[in-house]
């Protein structure tokens, strides 16, 4: 076994005092947090297509990427040398899970046949690897949007033959995700959208996308695939409109067409600030519709209108994140995937080191921090007094379901004027940063 990060040994939790560039500071695996080690709860995943295959290309330039397997020239000595490099690095890291999509672990060959007996042999090494690490796969998914034969959608395209090939796919990445013990298979629509409707028959699109997923839901349950179905909102790129746009529209897809019972959601940071809400906004609707599946963990630039995939480092962002994950009583099957990408100009193999053990604190200060103010109830005190009136009198009733416009116009003639009270925004604020900088 040859090792590909040479020089660079396990990376160990030393404190926020120390100096050491590849050391956690503040994620102390063992360190246990409202009942839970810090690995239970964060459980965080390396994402396959950025740290082992993106090449830091963008729209104006080549790859920029050094890697240690650069100089491995046939595809599937390179697909067997990226399984054993992704062993290494969640080792080295200590990241129980990582990611992928099919087309991420094996080269697609001419055809399906060959592609899928490619899938089988590189899969067959990786349960091979699995038997003495206790690295595990946090989920699967299927790349149905990067070959030409998707430029009209998958499940979504106007071709059936398209569709059919799409459901080829997952039908194969869903078997591997199983043999491979994942925890969960996402859904996300690459290019499951649109760019005009002066060519597209929105009603069929939605119609097959809902048909494809009920397919995917009944060879679950033929081969025996009990692993969490997530979908993951995007609301643009590649497609202008994106179908699953953001956690409320996947909601009331799922229910409009019966699946809702199958499905949880993967939120992603990036994803959720293109639809123009906040990270915490997404996690809350998919909370409170008893949604929430797992996370991609990762965060864009607000002064770009596009998917940046950056390591999160926002405390801010990864504090509300975690308030959210705590709040509904932790993950089950889902975690933390790491969607995120060194920028094109870190170029160096220890820079996918950098971006990990960033995120990983980052995420690491954020549990802490939305542990104490959950601990000390400081939000949901302002909260349940904030909605006080409604546990009494006209309130209860409402809520109860008690009176009805009548009623509420005979108690508003004798109630008069509502007396209000301040939402306190800044106050709420000024305690957030008080935590966020206290908390140890
Ligand atoms: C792309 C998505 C994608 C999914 C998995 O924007 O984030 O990487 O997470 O297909
Ligand atoms: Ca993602
Ligand atoms: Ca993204």
């Known amino acids: 076994m040859s090792e590909f990060f040479k020089g660079i040994g396990k990376i160990k939790y030393e404190g926020p005092e120390s100096k050491n560039l590849l050391a956690f500071k503040y994620y102390n695996p063992d360190e246990v947090i409202a009942g839970k080690t810090m690995k239970e709860h964060l459980r965080f995943a390396v994402a396959y297509w950025h740290t082992f295959q993106a090449r830091g290309v963008d ?70 690897r699995m038997k003495n690490s206790d690295v595990k796969l946090l989920w699967g998914t299927t790349n149905a949007f990067s070959h030409p034969r998707f430029a009209h959608g998958a499940s979504t395209s106007c071709n059936a033959d398209v569709f059919a090939y799409a459901a080829s796919q997952v039908k194969k990445a869903m ?108 996690l809350r609707v998919a909370r409170i519709n008893n949604a929430l599946g797992s996370i991609d963990a990762n965060q864009g630039d607000l002064m770009l209108g596009w998917d940046t995939d950056q390591f999160p480092t926002n405390l801010y962002d990864t504090t509300l994140a975690m308030y959210e994950v705590l709040m509904m009583g932790g993950f089950t099957t889902g975690g933390l995937n790491f969607d995120a990408k060194v920028r094109r100009a870190s170029f160096e193999p220890e820079d996918l080191f950098y971006g990990h053990i960033v995120g990983m604190d980052s995420f690491a200060k954020g549990l802490k921090v939305a542990a104490k103010l959950i601990e000390d109830r400081v939000f949901e005190d302002f909260i349940a007094k904030r909605y006080e009136s409604y546990t009494y009198g006209i309130g209860k009733d409402i809520v109860e379901g008690k009176v009805g416009f009548k009623e509420l116009e005979a108690y508003t003639l004798k109630n008069g004027e509502p007396k209000l009270s301040s939402g306190r925004q800044e106050l709420l604020e000024a305690i957030f940063n008080q935590y966020l900088l206290e908390t140890r």
């Open 59 to 128: 729209m104006f330039g080549a790859g920029t990427a050094q890697r240690p397997w650069d100089n491995i020239t046939d595809p599937m000595d390179l697909a067997y040398a990226k399984v054993e490099a992704n062993f290494e690095f969640c080792e080295k890291l200590g990241v129980p899970f990582f990611c992928f999509h099919d087309r991420d672990i094996a080269p697609e060959a001419d055809d399906l046949a060959e592609t899928n007996r490619r899938l089988d042999k590189v899969v067959e090494k990786i349960k091979d």
């Open 175 to 282: 078997e591997i995700t199983k043999e491979l013990g994942g925890q969960n298979y996402v859904f996300w629509g690459g290019r499951e959208g649109y760019e005009t409707l002066l060519n597209t028959d929105m009603k069929l699109e939605l119609d097959n996308l809902a048909r494809f997923l009920r397919m995917a839901v009944d060879y679950a349950r033929e081969i025996g695939f009990d692993g969490q179905f997530l979908i993951e909102p995007k609301p643009k790129e590649p497609t202008k409109h994106q179908y699953d746009f953001d956690a409320a529209t996947v909601i009331g897809f799922l229910k409009s067409y019966g699946l809702d019972p199958y499905f949880k959601l993967n939120i992603e940071a990036n994803h959720a600030t293109l639809a123009m809400h906040t990270f915490q906004h997404d």
